[in-house]
């Protein structure tokens, strides 16, 4: 089984409408992430959390919000779809702060949104 | 603030011929660095990182990295590609201080040809 795993794999949607992106890890980590991914941007952060009671924006959260519901779970939620938040979403992990911050991706949501 | 340019999105060798990405980064402080790899439809795995050891890192599928300070660049090599090398390439650096996130380069997409 995968260790971080995201749902729904893909989601076609209309502008306007609620989406909630699902992220669950088993690899025991306190840190998680949500990305969007852009041809010829790379990654961009939107939110990050280092427990579940510490969540912090990234560089692009306007429009997202989060929530941390136990430390295997980080969900992202789009409240009002718009057609430029159509990208690939990746949840990705990492220890604490001891570690050296090696990041574990899941597999990633294209979403859509028309 | 750290950064990184990854020079070239596009790279196209011949299969048999020498893999060379390139990565520099700025940083005012001791950096880790990072090599992913995005295989098609699929998330980031981590390639070989380097973590202030070794200068020459080596990772899997054949791929190694030679971090040189006085250029501050840290490009990824394989002498010999393969066709299923064909994916996107990340390069990355961890900030300074506690909160140690991922800054990330734009990728470098490899095609590799028969």
């Known amino acids: 089984d995968a260790d971080v795993t995201q749902t729904p794999r893909n989601r076609i949607t209309k502008t306007g409408k609620r989406i909630m992106l699902e992220c669950s890890q088993t690899?025991?980590?306190?840190?998680m992430y949500w990305y969007r991914q852009d041809p010829g941007l790379g990654l961009r952060l939107i939110y990050y959390?280092?427990?579940?009671?510490?969540?912090n924006k990234g560089e692009i959260s306007d429009g997202y919000s989060v929530s941390r519901q136990a430390q295997a779970k980080f969900s992202l939620s789009l409240e009002s779809a718009i057609p430029n938040q159509t990208a690939l979403y990746f949840c990705?992990?990492?220890?604490?702060?001891?570690?050296?911050?090696?990041?574990?991706f899941g597999p990633g949501t294209r979403l859509t949104v028309l | 603030a750290q950064s990184v340019t990854q020079l070239g999105s596009h790279v196209s060798v011949s299969e048999g011929a020498l893999v060379l990405l390139r990565c520099n980064y700025s940083?005012?402080?001791?950096?880790?660095l990072f090599w992913y790899v995005q295989y098609p439809n699929q998330g980031l795995q981590l390639l070989l990182k380097?973590?202030?050891?070794a200068t020459l890192v080596k990772g899997i599928n054949g791929f190694e990295a030679e971090f040189k300070k006085s250029e501050t660049s840290f490009h990824l090599t394989k002498p010999s590609a393969h066709m299923s090398d064909a994916a996107e390439y990340f390069c990355?650096?961890?900030?300074?201080?506690?909160?140690?996130?991922?800054?990330w380069g734009l990728g470098t997409s490899l095609a590799v040809n028969p």
């Open positions: 990705a992990t990492s220890v604490g702060l001891a570690g050296l911050n090696e990041q574990f």
């Open positions: 940083s005012s402080v001791p950096p880790y």
């Open positions: 690899k025991g980590h306190d840190r």
């Open positions: 990355a650096v961890t900030n300074a201080g506690n909160n140690r996130k991922l800054i």
């Open positions: 380097y973590t202030s050891a």
């Open positions: 959390s280092f427990d579940v009671k510490d969540i």
